[in-house]
């Protein structure tokens, strides 16, 4: 019951040493001190909170107030002229879109055969599957700059591919792998035991089980990985740079040079004087993109996730 | 008995099956991460078998195609700016998350969560751009080039924050519910609770969510490609351009041939072994919180 048993951190906050004499005045001045304490990180945390909000403002106005100028249905559908100061963009959301259906083409059936293995057929400290997500958490960890090496070095060179939109596409599926895997992998362990018991004692094969119980139940966080991946794609440059190339004609096939969107900028930004004002237009078109991925996203998160597992 | 295992025999096999076919992607998905290992050494080799390893680290500067190789001026100014952001990101991210925990009343809070979410999904090109159109010249104005380490160290320390902000607030949100009850029985001030009680609860998230933006800054090409000026120097200030290491790659992957392509490899394998290092750091903390516990 005595002061001595509670432990001193949590009986001195202010960090203010204790002295033996505890006069009234002493402890006025202490308890003021703490308040100050209080008010100060009050202040600093709102200050913190509003400054990353005016700055997050003043990009998105400036971006807003400088590229919806800009943005039209010319801009959108017409191709770019004089390295992209003029005309627009259409070639490059070609580009972007067939970029995008390679990686999802080659990274879904890879990423959902994995998460499968290892939310249903591998116990969950199993040697293999432990392995399998180490090596995906290194994946996940690898910059892009490297993916980008490698992709190079790999796709465009070892395989012959060159500059392509299927190298950059290969490339971009490796990257959005991680991310894939570990959404479908805990939609699937969130689906209810009594799920695949139930199942077991109807007498059905686990693959039946699988198809048409487990994977319709696990759908929503799918498609929520999905959207990840693909948002994590569409912003994606420096893995694209010495992948998929910089060309930004129209592309004939998966074998030529395409220029995604966020190149695009880059290379408006940084190699082209006078680009300014289609870059703005292109960021802005780059971040409705974004903001409709990641709306989905979360709005797939919230409603359709919940209703469906508990339904 | 012979028929009825004859039954129910096809359905194992196409279990049988199934399980095959599984493992045989996740051995193709698993072994994806060695293979980039594998051929960022084997094209790093050639050069390392002309010049050995030291050269990389005690060559006076940066020329590949005279055969001088010294990655160090890159690698300084490399961690020079994610050491930079990661100072000023980490305060800002970890008084953000404490802000929509304990300081911000509840709608307030799910809207700033919501401002870091769509801020976490701006990509670094964006982030890139907006610099070099706004903060490049406002900084110009206050100590020119303008393209410098500081630039740099600004616009990474915004791209990582949501990012610390984000798995900052899910650890606070792993604290648990008694220790405030406590705290609070105790009548502690707000900031004495934070100090005292949530910041050492929630020690290893905090953690994680640092390694985590550090990596994220590490491995940035675009941001610092557009904003720091890429000139190959150790700088004297923060107002000076630099080089770092992936906007090296970034830079020179256009025409580098030979010895040169293969030194740009053995820097890209620099960058995934810090990367790794890193990861080995945040697991390893994530162990010790479960013996902890």
């Known amino acids: 019951m005595s002061r001595q048993n509670i432990p001193p951190s949590q009986n001195n906050p202010s960090g203010v040493p204790r002295s033996p004499a505890t006069t009234k005045s002493d402890l006025i001045a202490r308890s003021q001190k703490i308040a100050y304490a209080d008010i100060l990180l009050s202040l600093l945390v709102w200050a913190v909170a509003i400054s990353v909000t005016a700055v997050f403002v003043w990009i998105s106005v400036d971006i807003v107030w400088h590229g919806a100028g800009h943005l039209s249905w010319e801009?959108?559908?017409?191709?770019?002229?004089?390295?992209?100061?003029?005309?627009?963009?259409?070639?490059?959301?070609?580009?972007?879109?067939?970029?995008?259906?390679?990686?999802?083409?080659?990274?879904?059936?890879?990423?959902?055969?994995?998460?499968?293995?290892?939310?249903?057929?591998?116990?969950?400290?199993?040697?293999?599957?432990?392995?399998?997500?180490?090596?995906?958490?290194?994946?996940?960890?690898?910059?892009?700059?490297?993916?980008?090496?490698?992709?190079?070095?790999?796709?465009?060179?070892?395989?012959?591919?060159?500059?392509?939109?299927?190298?950059?596409?290969?490339?971009?599926?490796?990257?959005?792998?991680?991310?894939?895997?570990?959404?479908?992998?805990?939609?699937?362990?969130?689906?209810?035991?009594?799920?695949?018991?139930?199942?077991a004692s109807l007498g059905l094969s686990r693959s039946t089980t699988l198809v048409n119980l487990l994977l319709p139940a696990a759908f929503p966080s799918l498609a929520a990985g999905l959207i990840l991946g693909i948002g994590r794609a569409i912003a994606e440059t420096a893995a694209l740079m010495y992948t998929s190339g910089y060309v930004e004609r129209m592309p004939e096939s998966l074998l030529d040079s395409g220029r995604t969107l966020s190149l695009h900028i880059y290379s408006l930004s940084m190699n082209v004087s006078g680009g300014d004002s289609s870059a703005y237009a292109s960021v802005v078109v780059l971040m409705i993109l974004l903001l409709v991925t990641n709306g989905a996203a979360i709005w797939i998160g919230e409603h359709w996730l919940h209703s469906r597992i508990q339904n | 008995?012979?028929?009825?295992?004859?039954?129910?025999?096809?359905?194992?096999?196409?279990?049988?099956?199934?399980?095959?076919?599984?493992?045989?992607?996740?051995?193709?998905?698993?072994?994806?991460?060695?293979?980039?290992?594998?051929?960022?050494?084997?094209?790093?080799?050639?050069?390392?078998?002309?010049?050995?390893?030291?050269?990389?680290?005690?060559?006076?500067?940066?020329?590949?195609?005279?055969?001088?190789?010294?990655?160090?001026?890159?690698?300084?100014?490399?961690?020079?700016?994610?050491?930079?952001?990661?100072?000023?990101?980490?305060?800002?991210?970890?008084?953000?998350?404490?802000?929509?925990?304990?300081?911000?009343?509840?709608?307030?809070?799910?809207?700033?969560?919501?401002?870091?979410?769509?801020?976490?999904?701006?990509?670094?090109?964006?982030?890139?751009?907006?610099?070099?159109?706004?903060?490049?010249?406002?900084?110009?104005?206050?100590?020119?080039?303008?393209?410098?380490?500081?630039?740099?160290?600004?616009?990474?320390?915004?791209?990582?924050?949501?990012?610390?902000?984000?798995?900052?607030?899910?650890?606070?949100?792993?604290?648990?519910?008694?220790?405030?009850?406590?705290?609070?029985?105790?009548?502690?001030?707000?900031?004495?609770?934070?100090?005292?009680?949530?910041?050492?609860?929630?020690?290893?998230g905090l953690f994680t969510s640092i390694i985590?933006?550090?990596?994220?800054?590490?491995?940035?090409?675009?941001?610092?490609?557009?904003?720091?000026?890429n000139i190959v120097q150790i700088p004297s200030s923060v107002f000076e351009p630099i080089r770092t290491l992936p906007a090296n790659i970034a830079l020179e992957m256009d025409f580098a041939l030979g010895d040169h392509r293969s030194a740009l490899f053995v820097s890209g394998l620099l960058l995934m072994g810090v990367n790794l290092v890193l990861v080995l750091l945040a697991e390893a903390i994530a162990q010790e919180e479960i013996y902890h516990n």
């Open chain 1, 75 to 199: 801009f959108l559908t017409k191709e770019p002229e004089e390295a992209g100061r003029q005309g627009g963009i259409a070639s490059i959301l070609v580009s972007t879109g067939l970029l995008l259906s390679v990686c999802l083409g080659v990274a879904v059936p890879l990423g959902l055969g994995t998460a499968i293995l290892l939310a249903e057929f591998t116990v969950l400290n199993n040697w293999f599957g432990r392995l399998v997500r180490r090596s995906l958490d290194m994946l996940a960890s690898v910059p892009s700059i490297v993916f980008g090496l490698f992709g190079n070095a790999f796709f465009c060179v070892t395989l012959g591919l060159g500059f392509s939109i299927l190298s950059g596409g290969l490339t971009l599926a490796c990257m959005v792998l991680p991310l894939l895997i570990r959404s479908v992998e805990e939609g699937l362990r969130s689906v209810p035991h009594e799920y695949r018991l139930g199942a």
């Open chain 2, 212 to 229: 985590l933006g550090t990596g994220r800054a590490i491995g940035e090409t675009i941001i610092v490609l557009m904003v720091c000026g």
């Open chain 2, 1 to 204: 008995m012979t028929s009825s295992a004859k039954k129910t025999s096809f359905p194992q096999n196409v279990d049988r099956l199934l399980v095959w076919s599984l493992r045989g992607i996740a051995v193709i998905v698993g072994t994806i991460v060695l293979f980039i290992i594998g051929f960022l050494i084997l094209e790093s080799l050639p050069v390392f078998r002309k010049v050995g390893v030291l050269p990389f680290l005690r060559d006076t500067s940066w020329n590949p195609m005279q055969g001088v190789y010294s990655l160090t001026p890159m690698l300084i100014s490399t961690l020079l700016v994610v050491a930079g952001a990661v100072l000023l990101a980490a305060p800002i991210g970890i008084l953000s998350a404490l802000f929509c925990h304990y300081y911000a009343p509840k709608p307030v809070a799910n809207l700033y969560r919501r401002l870091l979410e769509i801020m976490s999904g701006i990509p670094g090109v964006v982030y890139g751009f907006w610099g070099l159109v706004v903060l490049v010249p406002l900084i110009n104005r206050l100590h020119p080039p303008g393209t410098s380490l500081l630039t740099g160290i600004l616009l990474l320390a915004l791209l990582i924050t949501p990012t610390i902000a984000l798995i900052a607030d899910a650890s606070l949100a792993g604290v648990p519910q008694e220790y405030l009850q406590g705290a609070v029985a105790l009548s502690l001030s707000r900031w004495g609770t934070i100090r005292e009680i949530v910041l050492p609860a929630a020690r290893s």
